[in-house]
T-cell receptor, first 111, second 111 residues
Framework: DAGITQSPRHKVTETGTPVTLRCHQTENHRYMYWYRQDPGHGLRLIHYSYGVKDTDKGEVSDGYSVSRSKTEDFLLTLESATSSQTSVYFC??????????FGPGTRLTVL | RKEVEQDPGPFNVPEGATVAFNCTYSNSASQSFFWYRQDCRKEPKLLMSVYSSGNEDGRFTAQLNRASQYISLLIRDSKLSDSATYLCVVTIAGGADGLTFGKGTHLIIQP
């Protein structure tokens, strides 16, 4: 158990509304990641963080922003949600051998 | 462009049989290799890392062929509980900037 929690676990929202997803880890990991998983695409990296206030873009960062004000929390924000952002979102941390461990996921539906 | 290719399946295999999956990767600079298992509506979980010399963990054997740029997973004496999607994963340069996932191979073990 990598000590990663995500909240909320499920959310339904409407197009145009802001949404923030939270990832919380209890083991002081420096690196944290946000992925989305969609049928036919597999998991794709949205953003990642390599320390407090240090973030970088991944493969599919458009429409998303992130913040990391403290080590244990990594927030993913959809400023104005669109239906194309309906997905399952996973947070992850990196282990000692470059493997990653994932949180339980957030299932987001944008109507 | 980073790419990891897998046969999506499904592979329908009788219980007790041996099944093997291959995965090819396009970036010769890939450094770390993993197999993850993902159950329906759950997060990916690390099954095993893949080392150059090959490695075994119980009924599971993973091998890496750098010359041909593929990794393989062999499952012996398959169990009903092995039914899942198996994700091939590679990293570039230590993986701090995220993992690259294949889309997964769906395995169904039949009684």
């Amino acid at each position: 158990d990598a000590g990663i929690t995500q909240s909320p676990r499920h959310k339904v929202t409407e197009t145009g509304t802001p949404v923030t997803l939270r990832c919380h880890q209890t083991e002081n990991h420096r690196y944290m990641y946000w992925y989305r998983q969609d049928p036919g695409h597999g998991l794709r990296l949205i953003h990642y963080s390599y320390g407090v206030k240090d973030t970088d873009k991944g493969e599919v960062s458009d429409g998303y922003s992130v913040s990391r004000s403290k080590t244990e929390d990594f927030l993913l924000t959809l400023e104005s949600a669109t239906s194309s952002q309906t997905s399952v979102y996973f947070c992850a941390i990196i282990g000692t051998n470059n493997e990653q461990f994932f949180g339980p996921g957030t299932r987001l539906t944008v109507l | 462009r980073k790419e990891v290719e897998q046969d999506p399946g499904p592979f329908n295999v009788p219980e007790g049989a041996t099944v093997a999956f291959n995965c090819t990767y396009s970036n010769s600079a890939s450094q770390s290799f993993f197999w993850y298992r993902q159950d329906c509506r759950k997060e990916p979980k690390l099954l095993m890392s893949v080392y150059s010399s090959g490695n075994e963990d119980g009924r599971f054997t993973a091998q890496l062929n750098r010359a041909s740029q593929y990794i393989s997973l062999l499952i012996r004496d398959s169990k009903l509980s092995d039914s899942a999607t198996y994700l091939c994963v590679v990293t570039i340069a230590g993986g701090a900037d995220g993992l690259t996932f294949g889309k997964g191979t769906h395995l169904i073990i039949q009684p």
